[in-house]
């Protein structure tokens, strides 16, 4: 062919981090059949569907089946019924947001990426180690990219103070609970954010799928429990880790109407954006997704999480009985772990697999800054984090 392709894929990984780790964790089982691998990699729930969920999307089914129930295209933004019941859940954290700023999606990592689409090439200030969409889809749109750095020493919570020079016009993105490092902002922290985009009239993409795992009163659960973020934030979130839809598919962004780039608005543009190149959710999803949030799902879906962190408290207890310097799993489902003796990564991670059949997922593939580090997920059974903190114990 004679057609041009896009030349900025030559400057992203040539593999997504999760299907590079599922080919060496291929590998590894097809060599050793046997071996009972333990997989603490993708941040992947485990628990079934919390019933109250399952039996509103089963009802939705069959209302498909019917000609009076029947329903074609959903709405483009969002039923109103799951609009309603997000803006609800805002105003359970004291947040009150307006239902036509809610765009429901299919996810958080779609969102996250076609956001790109209505932005220009403005610059772009990314943490590292940070969740790879926000890296690759600026990247495959040209962007250029300034990293601010987690480290030990700022706990992987980079602030505004630290970058070298100030930025204007930029475009941020941070998350919190952060992927992979599972640190938290407090409040503080997120409005010297907030602040800093205020003063160079840049734009936060706020990436909020981990919220559901806070559990202290002074972390945010949302950027805009911030003063100013209305006018300087848009956030993205997830039903995936908190109602376990990695499999359903479900998630929204919320565009404040006075996010504006000089006369233009954000919001406006994002409307304009899903309308073309989106056809929304499935109603069933929608149905189950607002099943989630209603008095009955959410009790269902905390019990899920707790579960889920008492895994993670397990990991950190052997982590802190070993004197293993670590990040996350208090409010969070991850737990960001110091590879030992200076080891790196990647080498951590063939060692873990191959000695004590344990995937965990090399904090390099997060960015520079993950290179001597680890990144265990609690969303596996109890049982199997029982058992993999017993190899652990051995092998540490
Ligand atoms: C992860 O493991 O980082 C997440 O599961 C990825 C995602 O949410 O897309």
Not at 110 to 133: A, E, K, Q, R, T
Request: net charge negative; charged share 20%; aromatic share 12%.
């Amino acid at each position: 062919m004679k057609i041009k392709t896009n030349v900025n894929f030559g400057n992203i990984r040539q593999t997504y981090l999760f299907s590079e780790i599922g080919s060496r964790v291929r590998a590894y089982e097809n060599a050793n059949p046997d071996a009972k691998i333990i997989r603490m990699g993708i941040g992947d729930v485990t628990l079934p569907l919390p019933k109250t969920v399952t039996d509103a999307m089963i009802k939705a089914c069959e209302e498909m089946g019917v000609r009076e129930t029947f329903r074609g295209y959903p709405p483009e933004y969002g039923y109103a019924f799951l609009r309603e019941a997000i803006a609800v859940h805002y105003r359970s954290l004291g947040v009150e947001v307006d239902t036509d700023t809610i765009f429901v999606s299919d996810g958080a990592k779609s969102d996250l990426g076609n956001i790109v689409d209505i932005l220009g090439n403005n610059p772009v200030i990314i943490p590292d180690p940070v969740y790879p969409v926000y890296v690759d889809s600026n990247t495959m749109s040209g962007n250029s990219i300034t990293y601010i750095n987690g480290t030990k020493e700022n706990g992987f919570l980079p602030l505004p103070s630290e970058l070298t020079e100030q930025i204007e016009g930029s475009v941020i993105y941070l998350c919190s609970p952060n992927n992979p490092t599972g640190a938290s902002y407090d409040k503080d922290s997120l409005k010297a954010w907030v602040d800093y985009a205020l003063k160079t009239g840049s734009l936060i993409i706020y990436d909020s799928a981990y919220e559901a795992f806070i559990s202290r009163d002074s972390i945010p659960h949302t950027i805009f429990e911030i003063e100013g973020a209305d006018i300087c934030a848009i956030e993205i979130c997830s039903f995936s880790k908190f109602a376990g839809f990695t499999g359903v598919r479900c998630g929204w962004t919320l565009i404040p109407s006075s996010l504006m780039a000089g006369d233009v608005s954000i919001m406006a543009l994002w409307k304009r954006r899903q309308a073309t190149k989106f056809n929304g959710v499935s109603y069933p999803v929608q149905r189950a997704a607002a099943a989630a949030l209603s008095k009955e799902g959410i009790s269902a879906c905390e019990s899920n999480i707790a579960y889920y962190k008492e895994n993670a408290r397990l990991i950190t207890e052997l982590l802190d009985e070993k004197g293993i310097f670590y990040t996350g799993g208090k409010n969070s489902p991850y737990v960001w772990m110091e590879c030992p003796e200076g080891c790196g990564s990647w080498e951590f991670f063939d060692r873990l697999l191959n000695e004590v059949q344990i995937v965990g997922t090399p904090g390099e593939g997060f960015g520079k800054g993950g290179d001597r580090y680890f990144r265990l997920t609690a969303f596996g059974s109890l049982e199997n984090t029982k058992e993999a903190v017993r190899r652990l114990k051995e092998f540490l």
